[in-house]
């Protein structure tokens, strides 16, 4: 379980991470980027993933859970090159700041799960 870190901030983690995902798989038709074909069904897929795993997360931690979040966060950064949608700028930033938060976010709960500190200083 995660020590260093308060139960009230890892729920702000978890509701972060839903609505980080929400925006992912709501984006296509928010932002007009549904009929690129790549874009949207990367951003709806990967978004719900986001979002269910963060909701799961709120009700039991377990570490694999903040591993599949941050690795789908890696790969909601790097999607608009591997997929080819980086001309697209709307579903490529929207990609990008989304993945950036998950990814983070995720990072930080393994990081405080392992009850490291901050600073040894």
């Known amino acids: ?5 308060s139960s009230n901030n890892r729920t702000v983690f978890d509701i972060v991470n839903i ?6 798989l709501l984006s296509p038709w928010l932002l007009g980027f549904a009929t690129e074909t790549y874009a949207a069904w990367n951003a709806w897929i990967v978004g719900a993933a986001i979002a269910v795993i963060a909701a799961v997360a709120l009700y039991a931690f377990y570490e694999a859970e ?3 979040n941050l690795v789908a966060g890696i790969w909601t950064v790097a999607a608009p090159w591997v997929l080819g ?7 490529m930033w929207v990609h990008v700041v989304a993945g950036i938060v998950v990814a983070v976010l995720s990072a930080g709960r393994i ?3 392992h009850n ?5 200083a």
């Open 1 to 5: 379980m995660l020590k260093s870190l």
């Open 111 to 113: 990081w405080f799960s």
């Open 19 to 24: 609505v980080a995902g929400l925006g992912l």
């Open 116 to 120: 490291h500190p901050l600073s040894t």
């Open 66 to 68: 903040e591993w599949i």
């Open 85 to 91: 949608f980086s001309a697209v700028t709307a579903a």
